[in-house]
Antibody, heavy 113, light 112 residues
Framework: EVQLLESGGGLVQPGGSLRLSCAAS????????MNWVRQAPGKGLEWVST????????YYADSVKGRFTISRDNSKDTLYLQMNSLRAEDTAVYYC??????WGQGTLVIVSS | DIVMTQTPLSSPVTLGQPASISCRSS???????????LNWLQQRPGQPPRLLIY???NRFSGVPDRFSGSGAGTDFTLKISRVEAEDVGVYYC?????????FGQGTKLEIK
């Protein structure tokens, strides 16, 4: 069964950092580009970042460029999102997704003092 | 950035009746490879999004055949032939033709 499981969310103060992880199983992880998509409370979906299967290419939304870093460890079938200089407006459920076909359950990030 | 505009934003529907959601993109979604990466997602309350339709009209694995997609270029439609109670939720169109990937605002499907 294809599965994605996010972890690492929590409460962090403005200006702080957090690292999200997404463990993949049931498919050849290294063959697929992976995405992070977020959803602020009561709001719609917002694409955050994409990384190629090899990890050699990464793309970011303007809203997170320079603050967030996407990476992957294909030996561990795991996707990461390093989030620095967090702001209140980064508060959201963060989903990892393989394309748009497979989604994790999400992990909640709350940025608040 | 490609702007995705959905109508309506709310759709009260009677059980067993059809429903239709429109999605318009601010520019053509035809990729240089000839494909049109317009997808439809369903998000039930308290659940992550789930892929229903990919590349305009292809039903994803396990999606009931009462869901169908159509359209071309900049205008797309999701249709539910007979709404069931489990269809309640928010529906999003999304494009993966050009970065940044973008989503419509979402259409809330409710039972009348």
């Amino acid at each position: 069964e294809v599965q994605l499981l996010e972890s690492g969310g929590g409460l962090v103060q403005p200006g702080g950092s957090l690292r999200l992880s997404c463990a993949a199983s049931g498919f050849t992880f290294s063959s697929y580009a992976m995405n992070w998509v977020r959803q602020a409370p009561g709001k719609g979906l917002e694409w955050v970042s994409t990384i190629s299967g090899s990890g050699g290419s990464a793309y970011y939304a303007d809203s997170v460029k320079g603050r967030f870093t996407i990476s992957r460890d294909n030996s561990k079938d795991t996707l990461y999102l390093q989030m620095n200089s967090l702001r209140a407006e980064d508060t959201a459920v963060y989903y990892c997704a393989e394309g748009v076909g497979v989604w994790g359950q999400g992990t909640l990030v709350i940025v608040s003092s | 950035d490609i702007v995705m505009t959905q109508t309506p934003l709310s759709s009260p529907v009677t059980l067993g009746q059809p429903a239709s959601i429109s999605c318009r993109s601010s520019q053509s979604l035809v990729h240089s490879d000839g494909n049109t990466y317009l997808n439809w997602l369903q998000q039930r309350p308290g659940q992550p999004p789930r892929l229903l339709i990919y590349k305009i009209s292809n039903r994803f694995s396990g999606v009931p055949d009462r869901f169908s997609g159509s359209g071309a270029g900049t205008d797309f439609t999701l249709k539910i032939s007979r709404v069931e109670a489990e269809d309640v939720g928010v529906y999003y169109c999304t494009q993966a033709t050009q970065l940044p990937y973008t989503f419509g605002q979402g259409t809330k499907l409710e039972i009348k």
